[in-house]
């Protein structure tokens, strides 16, 4: 009775925990708070699941989840020296965690109808947001408030315009793989439309410049998988055509080239910026560089960056950054050449797992996820922020498990 019991509690503890990605899948482009519940919710659920020895066996046999893994405890271990505080090595492990979901959703499985339903419902997230996004673009109001720093002029919506723009250049690929693969005619135009307002919606509507290349890698990676290497060249042509086109058009993308160069141009290494946020981003990377250049092997310890920043630049009035804007940089200032080689290990295994041979669209899917992440970690700490560490590793662990990975996707 007992036995029973306790798998009944295992059947619908993994059966929960099916829906509660499908639930993570909608509220990771909308809702903090929402997360942060569903995500423990998860743990439960893994917890109560059981099936350790099998567990262990999936994960051991999955190269993506043992590089996780290895990328933690490298994490981990640099806590061990370092000039961080306690409580900031405490802090910087803590944003390092979430990528545990990865192997946790490979141990457990997941079905290929669960990372399908998790992808409508993250694509059902996307069509409220570039809906109220063209509302509020349009002269309209949000009932929730804006964001800070969004406007008619700059119309993100739930998060701030960089990581709109990101999950809205994301969202374009996932509204034209669901356009490909619908069988129905009007559901093809429908998504096929949706696509195309996304795209608009990055590139004429909200200011985030990540989401500019996020889009453009995006869309060489579909030539690319459509046309082969060949395709690359043509995606160059197009995106060039499409950056001209856009230029004319939009002043608002007009300007962010604009201040882009400008900022480029004009910064100097010896002044502290004021007010720039690519002077900024300049600055950061370069006093990053030479902490890199002082602790090359082991870093500065996880948790170590904002202390050993601010005894380099402090006295010469520079501003004291949380991160330098960038994984990379972040990474292996924190843990050394070490733990940069662990993350490019992890993409690359990745990568290697998104073949899905019959299906294209996922695979195409599947790498669309990674060329978004690995675009965004130059521009910002993508695994420290916490909307775009939840999409990849939401997205990551499903892609990369089941028992089924060459299954066909169904939208």
């Known amino acids: 009775m007992v036995t029973v ?47 350790w020895k099998e567990r262990l066996r999936r994960i051991t046999a999955n190269p993506v989840a043992v590089s996780v893994l290895l990328l933690f405890g490298w994490l981990l271990l640099g806590t061990l020296w370092g000039g961080g505080s306690v409580q900031e090595r405490a802090l910087g492990i803590k944003k390092y965690a979430d990528p545990l979901i990865i192997p946790v959703l490979i141990s457990m499985a997941m079905t290929v109808q669960e990372r399908n339903r998790a992808l409508v419902a993250f694509a059902a997230a996307l069509l409220v947001t570039l809906f109220l996004s063209f509302s509020l673009s349009l002269g309209g109001s949000l009932p929730l408030g804006e964001p800070t720093a969004c406007s008619q002029l700059n119309s993100c919506v739930f998060k701030k315009h960089t990581t709109h723009n990101v999950m809205m250049a994301f969202g374009a690929l996932l509204f034209a793989v669901f356009s490909w693969k619908s069988q129905d005619r009007w559901m093809r135009w429908g998504w096929g439309g949706a696509a195309v307002l996304a795209v608009s919606n990055v590139l004429l509507m909200v200011q985030g410049r990540t989401g500019y290349v996020v889009l453009a890698g995006l869309a060489m990676l579909v030539f690319h998988v459509r046309f082969g290497w060949r395709g690359m060249l043509a995606a160059l042509v197009v995106l060039c055509v499409a950056f001209s086109s856009v230029y004319q058009v939009s002043s608002s993308f007009r300007q962010r080239v604009e201040v882009t160069t400008a900022g480029i141009t004009q910064w100097d290494p010896k002044v502290a910026v004021v007010e720039d946020s690519i002077g900024w981003r300049l600055e950061y990377a370069y006093h990053t560089a030479e902490i890199i250049q002082d602790h090359p092997l082991v ?113």
């Open 299 to 411: 870093g500065v310890g996880t948790g170590g960056f904002v202390q050993s920043y601010r005894a380099r630049t402090l006295q010469a009035g520079f501003d004291v950054p949380p991160h330098p804007h960038n994984q990379y940089l972040f990474i292996m200032a924190q843990v050394g050449i070490g733990g940069l080689g662990l993350l490019l290990w992890l993409f690359v295994q990745q990568w290697r797992l998104t073949t899905f041979p019959g299906d294209r669209a996922t695979g195409l899917l599947a790498r669309g996820v990674i060329v978004a992440i690995v675009i965004t970690c130059f521009f910002q700490p993508a695994l420290n922020d916490h909307t775009e560490k939840l999409f990849y590793c939401l997205f990551s662990g499903l892609m990369c498990s089941g028992n089924d990975l060459q299954g066909e996707m169904k939208t």
């Open 5 to 51: 019991s306790l798998e009944r509690l295992q059947l619908e503890a993994r059966r929960a925990a099916g829906w509660t990605t499908t639930a993570l899948g909608f509220t990771i482009p909308v809702w903090v708070v929402a997360d942060s519940i569903l995500v423990v919710l998860l743990l439960v659920c893994w917890v109560a699941g059981g099936e």
